[in-house]
């Protein structure tokens, strides 16, 4: 084993520590303690610096990363990082995110997550440390590339979980979704074409051999309690010839060479080099959604759809109803009577989405003993999907209609300069399968709907399985372009109105619980679309006022 | 009782030509037919028969209010736009026939918030074999108000008759009355709405009909005992 717990174990060696602390508990002052298992037993345990392997950083919100179509504009920037073990990838990785600052969201996936499944022979042999793992071949290079790619076309992906302790891959996976940039590091990341296919930035930290030696005998001997002989068989037996073989050659295919120390000018071209390719972008969308706008323009404006065409379903029109409505969109109402009907107004919205579930024959025994035919729900799973903050007042209902359901939620947030939807958090649940409900209220443009639903197929969920429960829509709204672009998504509404009207939107408080690096203006006005005559911002009438 | 082989199927219920015009049912959906499913397997468990009768109970007092009258109110929203909407007019109780009918008012509470609820207690007089009023406390401004008339199973219609003569008897206009039940008997609808043509029943289902234990079937069994002992 050796050397690839030495390189890629950092951060995740909860499992080296218990392998070697049951070791050294004896000695735990010596900086050479005298292991008492066989030398090679110890020698790929070494502490590096403190690196979680996949890390999600995350600063102010993803902004749309689709077009007017639904569909998204370009990939995620992905960058590679190879080179020797102890060469400093790890480092380099860390400070490539710190000088990005502000990026939405940078995830780094280490090569060591990817270890193959190994068979109880060869996991004796990891035991006795005589089994290489410094070899490309250890590693499981299509689900490697395969989770890039997935990362790259922005679809949710699960990354394996090695455990170091079991010498094992677990069952278990770790969720991936939503980086804008991704950073992959490992010796062998830059190994095979395929691979170098994905990357948008290929980047060899490059150190010498000598001083990659010298800093896995430092960590070594002091962090894991390895004796130089075991540190030097290990090495000489598999990395040195992995690295000889197979790790310094991939080098010829970097873009840019780091070097292993002192390399802070290095790191700050490559940032510099990444922000200006996503400026680029970015240009690109604005262009791309501008087009589209004069597209759409040229033909004239479009055809306002009819209730029947927007494929909306409408709750019934009853007294009880428009009553509802009356006292909701009544702006004298008090908080408890907005709140009571509201909750209300949820569950007659979740009892009619649940009728677009489809159902099974059964035949059932009554009490009475008679047979009985009826029907059941004929999904594998059901969950709720909550666009927070103003799908939150549709809980309430959807628990008095299904009883244990698992309720997942987003937090779509406008960007209060450009109104445009900002996504800050993504919590779904893990039967996201079958069917699928976003819970949504105000949003009069529909950008949170539209891109919670983007949200929804990039988990890989049917748009028929779609049920998007909200309470009010504009008809003339941005649910005729959800409608246009995910025809097949069910849309549950409880009342539809007319009108929605540009208004000036005053939001000095508002917004500062998001404070901006760039300290933009608070006391900045922005227009939005209201919908007509409407009833506020559920949110806020519903939790706050 | 014998288990019959034969499926009966009773998904469609408003084809029964003979209904009274003041008896309305919920739309049958497939979703209610589930509902209904769930609470008459006799191997539901009692949370899930109380949760799945709520429902229905939720579902058939919103159906129950359309019948009171509203009047058009004008709102100003927070848009600063009008919207010319409606108000509940007439203020309404809740009676609820015992035990079962107590059955039905957390739903009701659900929908109608902290609304006043009077209780009947009737049972068969052992020696007429005819329904006998045993307990009755009715909020005392009972005659100004709506009346929510609650009991789950109309088999017979001989409690139901019996309370809504105790509640006639307060002052209550017939009119005034909506009857709401879970499921009942063709026979024991028609018996009642010819008794009280004026007085507008909602029920969820109307079954097959009645054995000769005077059980609807294929029914629920005994609602009470189901969502009280079980």
Known sequence: MTDYLNARVRGRSESVYTETSTTVASLPSSPFPIPKAPPSALLGAQVGPKVLSNTILKSHGRPPWYGEDGQPISPAFVIGIAGGSSSGKTHVARQIVRSLGSIPTVVIISQDSFYNKLTPAKVALAFASRLDLDHPDSIDMNLFATCLSDLKNLQQTSIPVYSFTLHQRLDETKYLYGATIIIAEGIHALHGPELRELYDLKVFVQADSDLMLARRIARDTKERGRTVDGILEQYLRYVKPSYDNFVLPSSRYADIIVPGQDNAVAIELISTHIRRQLEQRSRHFRRKMAESLKRSLSKGPPRELTIEELGLTVLEQTPQLKGIYTVLRDRTSTRQDFIFFTDRLATLLVERAMEKLPYREVAVETPVGEQCKGKAIDVESLCGVTILRSGGPLEQGLQRVISDVAIGSLLVQSDSKTGEPLLFQVRLPECIRARDRAADTWIGTGAAGFMAIRVLLDHGVNPAHIIFVTFLVAHSGGVAHLRRTFPDVNIVTGAVDDGLREVWLENAERHKVFPDEDGFDHEEQHKAWVIEPGMGQIGDRYYLD | ?230
């Open chain 2, 1 to 230: 009782m014998t288990s019959s082989t034969t499926l009966t199927n009773h998904s469609a219920p408003n084809m029964k030509s003979d209904i009274p015009p003041s008896v309305f049912t919920l739309r049958h959906t497939a979703q209610l037919e589930a509902l209904y499913t769930i609470i008459r397997d006799k191997n539901t468990s009692r949370g899930d028969f109380i949760f799945y009768s709520d429902r229905i109970i939720r579902l058939l007092v919103e159906e129950g209010l359309n019948h009171l009258p509203v009047v058009p109110k004008v709102v100003e929203t927070p848009t600063g736009a009008k919207y010319e909407g409606v108000r509940f007019e007439g203020k309404i109780c809740g009676v609820s026939i015992l035990r079962a009918g107590e059955a039905m008012e957390q739903g009701l509470r659900e929908v109608c918030r902290s609304v006043r609820i009077g209780k009947i207690l009737i049972q068969r007089d052992e020696e007429t074999t005819r329904p006998k009023l045993f307990y009755s406390k009715l909020p005392q401004d009972i005659a100004q108000r709506y009346v929510l008339l609650l009991d789950p199973m109309l088999a017979t219609g001989g409690s139901a008759m019996k309370a809504v003569e105790v509640i006639m008897e307060h002052g209550v206009p017939e009119d005034r009355i909506i009857f709401i039940n879970l499921v009942s008997s063709p026979q024991g609808l028609r018996t009642f709405a010819t008794r009280y043509p004026s007085l507008k029943v909602v029920t969820g289902w109307i079954d097959e009909g009645l054995n000769e234990r005077a059980y609807i079937v294929p029914g629920l069994g005994d609602f009470g005992e189901r969502r009280y002992c079980a």
